[in-house]
């Protein structure tokens, strides 16, 4: 058996460098700079903010990106000694809030104050505070001449509220460690028993599988129809006589699967890294023209990290995926393989390649709507089916669906069909080599596998 596969190496090398000619190294390097470039160019339309966010006009005149309120005139009526709200609070003498003046108005009236608002500025606001029986209200009153924008009012009225609330608990006469028990946030969780309750993770692990199977879908059916059309052609124009002399079918086969199999994953992990490369690069060019801006796919990328299973995102994990994908992809170009075996004649190429292209469209119909009805125990099955496998097992191992041992059995499981189906097209490759030109029947198939 083993010298039967001999020679393998030599048909690799040769398909290999027929199908990597100057075409396909121009195509290639174009698509990985449009692709690097595409990324760039939206990072940094995506961090752009709104002209709304950024470019307030408020009056000809006033200073851009502040806000259109300039003075607060305070009545507190609380009780409570005053608050300093610039110094509780840092924000408001920053950014966005660092222009306003906050002002203890020493005015008991109500319509005083507002008059006395009015008069001041057409940017001056009254916020007056009261309390009674425990209870504290903020209220915050607009002048009628007033061009104060109404949600710069409501920013401000929610700062100065956190600031109070501040100053209540300060005038409770707590030591340090008491005020900074306090001021601790709470956080809140929920989970239950054997399976993870965040919702956004388990979208991810939904969406993940549907994604990468649209993708193989599309990969399977171009380099599938590849390698069927080169052992075709081959055979249809009588060259497998003269190739069959000088190596055997199951080395030729190999050989063929192989290159085609390693020049699709060659060319999928170019473009991936071509992906990856614009986007951390262009997060880092937006980051730099708009500070504090971060893409929010790597946001996505850093949440998988911290929210899924135990080997998701690992680098076991990442490295195993891409042992099963390359396993899986070459599973599928065997069998477009032995579709090509079956061709008789040159117009029969279209419909003997319904062998391979049916199972790729059924399996990939299977992994990508099956998530979304949540029938997860198809799933499970699927993973071990070798039709079904190459299209939703490495990415539940990426996202720790699935455990390194689950991932190990199904590509146990690929690697040994497909090792079956190599020698299976061999056998029918080199049997069918006394019917060019008459369509090969099922009966001649099981005669070939037969002897």
């Known amino acids: 058996m083993r010298n039967n596969f001999r020679g393998w ?20 390097t174009l698509i990985v700079v449009l692709i690097i470039g595409l990324i760039i160019i939206l990072n940094i339309i995506a961090a752009k903010p709104d002209k709304d966010e950024t470019n307030q006009i408020i009056e000809p005149g006033i200073t851009e990106g502040v806000s259109t309120v300039s003075k607060v005139l305070i009545q507190d009526n609380s009780g409570l000694p005053s ?3 610039k110094a509780i609070n840092p924000d408001l003498s920053s950014g966005y809030l660092k222009n306003i003046q906050f002002v203890t108005a020493d005015i008991d009236a109500r319509e005083d104050l507002l008059d006395y608002a009015s008069k001041d500025s057409d940017r001056t606001i009254a916020v007056l505070i009261t309390g009674k029986d425990g209870i504290f209200e903020m209220e915050a009153i607009v002048p009628h001449n007033s061009t104060v924008a109404t949600p710069d009012v409501d920013q401000l009225l929610a700062m100065m509220t956190s600031a109070f609330e501040d100053n209540k608990i300060m005038q409770a006469n707590l030591n340090e460690e008491e005020l900074k028990a306090v001021f601790t946030p709470v956080t809140t969780a929920y989970s239950e028993f054997g399976e993870s309750a ?16 649209f993708m193989m879908y599309f990969m399977l059916l171009f380099y599938g129809q590849m390698v069927s059309k080169s052992v075709s052609t081959e055979k249809t124009s009588k060259l497998m006589e003269t190739l069959l002399t000088s190596v055997h079918p199951y080395a030729m086969i190999t050989g063929k699967v192989l290159a085609t199999t390693a020049l699709g994953i060659l060319q999928f992990i170019i473009w991936i890294l071509s992906g990856v490369v614009g986007l951390y690069v262009g997060n880092a060019i937006a980051h730099q023209i708009y500070p504090g801006y971060e893409n929010s796919v790597i946001s996505i990328i850093n949440f998988i990290k911290d929210n899924i299973g135990e080997t998701g995102m690992t680098l076991p994990a990442l490295l195993l995926a891409l042992i099963v994908f390359a396993i899986g992809f070459m599973f599928y170009c065997v069998l477009a393989a032995l579709s090509g075996c079956m061709v008789s004649k040159p117009e ?65 499981v690929l690697s040994v069909f497909s090792l079956i189906i190599i020698i299976l097209s061999a056998k029918i490759y080199k049997g069918l080599v006394l019917y060019t030109g008459q369509k090969a029947n099922m009966k001649q198939l099981v005669n070939i596998l037969k002897s």
């Open 9 to 28: 190496a030599t048909v690799f090398r040769f398909t290999f460098l027929q199908s990597t000619k100057k075409a396909f190294k121009i195509i290639t």
């Open 198 to 213: 965040n919702m956004a993770a388990m979208v991810i692990k939904m969406v993940a599988p549907m994604v990468f199977s």
């Open 83 to 85: 608050t300093d709200y």
């Open 348 to 412: 029969d190429v279209a419909s003997t390649q319904g062998l391979f292209q049916l199972p790729i469209v059924i399996s990939w119909l299977l992994c990508y709507f099956a998530p979304l009805s949540g029938n997860y125990k198809l799933i499970s099955v699927a993973r071990y089916i070798p039709f079904t496998a190459p299209f939703c097992v490495p990415s539940d191992i990426i996202t720790g669906t699935i455990g390194l041992g689950e991932g190990i059995l199904s590509l146990l």
